[in-house]
């Protein structure tokens, strides 16, 4: 990967989003006329988390880490409740399956959003897993993809659990509006001739202003980190296609098999995998080579 200034970043970088959405004078605003423009409707009072790190109910089971997540509140009777969650997940490499990664995100965050032993499940606030890529997962061409669940025996019977998966695709020329057509072409490309009206005026002001403040460089995730760990992710994954290839050949690969190697953060124990699943004669062969891989979250 070609390192690029922090200057140079693009909103469609998670580095410069979890950026944006750190700044206590910026965060705030910026996700909640985002999340206006993208979801075509008013948002109300937000607050924004970034780099939320859910762990696994055990530690041989695996957490996840949320780019950012906006909370929208509402209040009444003097009260505020959670009543709409947002999962803001950027991407720029096409090496997950996401409908299946999503899943599991969207389970591990609802499990934080209910108190032992509340019995009241109507509490548990919406929840939108969106999803921005500048490659399209579904192949329509469409610039929004949303997904609800429903009856398959009725059609038009909605499920009323809450849930939505939004994805949403820089590169996308059909449906979706004229603004958030430009919302997107600034997140894929956060540049002043994106600027094509208010609101992506609005954004990129908020964007520059985090680009100037020199500090954001020195946190403790720095860009040359950023820029590593995405390298090393590149290289886990591409180890990971490797593996599952080879035992596409010898069986039925089990659903979570992609889950399992994914936990795996050792690229030499990948590289172990990778030779045992070249020689391995069946599935049940592989799996117990994997009991003896380290398992982090």
Known sequence: ????????????????????????????????????????????????????????????????????????????????????????????????????????????????????????????????????????????????YTFHNSCVEVPGLEYPDGLSFVYFNTKGTKGGSQAIKNMLNYIQESRPESVLDEATKEIAGYVERVKADPALKEGSMTLGYYFDREREEGKKEDRIEAILELLEDIGCIPDDMRVRLEAIDDLDELKRLHKIAAKAGSIAEFEAAMVKAPISV
Request: charged letters at 30%.
């Open 1 to 144: 990967m070609k390192r690029r200034s922090f200057e140079e970043l693009d909103l469609i970088d998670d580095f410069l989003m979890n950026c944006v959405a750190t700044d206590p004078l910026v965060g705030e605003a910026c996700f909640k006329k985002m999340l206006s423009v993208l979801l075509e409707r008013e948002i109300g009072k937000v607050s924004v988390v970034c780099q939320r790190v859910i762990m696994g109910a055990d530690t041989n089971l695996r957490g996840i880490r949320m780019d950012v997540e906006v909370n929208e509140s509402v209040e009444a009777d003097g009260k505020k409740t959670i009543a709409n969650v947002y999962d803001i997940e950027p991407h720029t490499r096409n090496d997950l399956s996401f409908p299946r990664h999503n899943r599991f995100y969207q389970a591990k965050i609802d499990s934080k959003h209910l108190k032992s032993g509340e019995k009241d499940f109507s509490k548990l606030p919406n929840l939108y897993v969106i999803t921005i890529t500048n490659f399209d997962i579904f192949k329509e061409d469409h610039m929004v």
